[in-house]
């Protein structure tokens, strides 16, 4: 597709279990963003990729939190040992080299619920 | 990068020119400001950036006072389908980390 593709648009998760969320890019985009907004609340930046470069982690709130970008391309979201506070919309965005540095295009988000 | 203050809420008329204030008083000369909106239950949407010059593109018109210290996006004619959360962002040229506030809610009404 044109934008930037997130799945599941739904989780819904026992307390404890581990979760995947993927983020597909936008072709070409070098840059790749996670952040997390709960209910009624603001976006929080998680972790940056650009590039080959070492990703910027420093959003992440626990060590239950992990992302990889394989190939420069399609990034994971893991959450481990999922709490109740994590209930949240995880939103990917991507921007592309040589384009305006603050200009994201962002998913429709992953809505993630522990129960 | 600068902090920047918006009102929580305002309405406004469908048809008519919505003007969304942002106070960036400490911005440095190298932030530029960003306004990104946020439909319900949608991933936020880029509008407009500028730095010291106003700016027009298809969506909205950005005034940037000539001191920088705020600014205000302009919808030319506000629809319903503008209503949404607006974000006014001052990010540094070589930043790439953008900070969302709590930003305007803005109602559209018919």
């Known amino acids: 597709g044109a934008g930037v593709s997130q799945s599941p648009s739904n989780k819904v998760t026992e307390k404890g279990k581990d979760v995947e969320l993927r983020c597909d890019p936008i072709s070409g985009h070098t840059a790749l963003y996670w952040y997390r907004q709960s209910l009624g609340q603001g976006l929080e930046f998680l972790i940056y990729?650009?590039?080959?470069?070492?990703?910027?982690k420093s959003g992440l709130p626990s060590d239950r939190f992990s992302a990889e970008r394989t190939g420069g391309s399609v990034s994971t979201l893991t959450i481990q040992r999922t709490q109740q506070e994590d209930s949240a919309v995880y939103l990917c965005a991507s921007s592309q080299a040589g384009g305006i540095t603050g200009e994201l295009f962002f998913g429709e988000g992953s809505r993630l619920t522990v129960l | 990068d600068a902090k920047t203050t918006q009102p929580p809420s305002m309405d406004c008329a469908e048809g008519r020119a919505a003007n969304l204030p942002c106070n960036h008083s400490?911005?440095?000369?190298?932030?530029?400001v960003y306004w990104y909106r946020q439909i319900h239950s949608q991933g936020p949407q880029y509008i407009i950036h500028?730095?010291?010059n106003n700016e027009t593109n298809e969506m909205a018109s950005l005034i940037i006072t000539e001191d920088r210290k705020s600014s205000t996006l302009i919808l030319p004619h506000a629809t319903l389908r503008d209503t949404a959360v607006y974000y006014c962002i001052a990010l540094r040229g070589d930043d790439y980390k953008l900070s969302f506030g709590a930003g305007t809610t803005v109602t559209v009404r018919a």
């Open positions: 500028g730095l010291k």
């Open positions: 990729f650009q590039g080959n470069s070492a990703p910027d």
């Open positions: 400490t911005i440095s000369g190298n932030e530029y």
